[in-house]
């Protein structure tokens, strides 16, 4: 048995290499889904951030990565898959996504939005949303329709300001939580993405 160990978002990061040339082509990010995928249809499939969900490498552009070998590394938290390239392994058209040298001066981004763990939610948002459980609180709230869902935002945003007029800080943290948790319940009933938000929040910070 071949134990994966997955972060906190439920990710581990898989390094691909060409079998033909043993140059790395890029390195991707899977999900226990992805890569039961990857075995069952031998090509590769990632799981995206952005998204949150899985997509089968090849699936839009036709250049596929047809699984020659997977293997894992010591600590089990790092997947090393040899793959068989269909046509270009980068979006840009080239073999690789490691084209580019490193030459000075140097500069460094940082992500203005750590949005990961709000897209991990809004995956279990969109699970529950196809869900039939009656035990799921998210369930009856997609079973409750679009306005009660809305009614429950503007409720969330109300006790959220009243903890901030209160300088309560605890609760104005529980209260936050509250609300953007049921803003992405309603953009999954919306069927928006949170990264079509995240993309107009940094359309407004130029």
């Not at 031998?42 to 997509?55: G, H, T």
Request: glycine share 4%.
């Amino acid at each position: 048995m071949t134990t994966f160990k997955l972060d906190k978002q439920g990710l581990i990061p898989a390094i691909i290499k060409n079998i033909n040339d043993d140059k790395v082509i890029m390195l991707g990010y899977m999900n226990a889904e992805s890569i039961n995928k990857t075995i069952e249809t031998k090509q590769v499939w990632f799981y995206s951030r952005s998204r949150s969900s899985i997509w089968h490498k090849g699936a839009t552009s036709g250049n596929y990565f047809n699984l020659k070998s997977m293997s894992i590394d010591c600590d089990n938290d790092t997947i090393h898959i040899e793959a068989e390239p269909t046509g270009p392994g980068c979006h840009t058209g080239q073999d690789t996504c490691f084209f580019k040298k490193v030459v000075n001066p140097l500069s460094f981004e940082t992500p203005k939005i750590n949005s990961m763990i709000l897209d991990k939610l809004f995956g279990i948002i969109k699970e529950r949303k196809i869900s039939d459980s009656d035990e799921s609180y998210t369930v009856n709230l997609f079973n409750s329709g679009l306005k009660r869902i809305s009614q429950k935002v503007v409720e969330e945003a109300g006790e959220t300001a009243i903890a901030a007029v209160s300088k309560d800080k605890k609760e104005f943290i529980n209260e936050s939580a509250d609300l953007l948790y049921h803003l992405l319940v309603l953009s999954a009933a919306l069927d928006i993405e949170p990264h079509k938000i995240w993309d107009e929040l940094e359309k407004r910070s130029q």
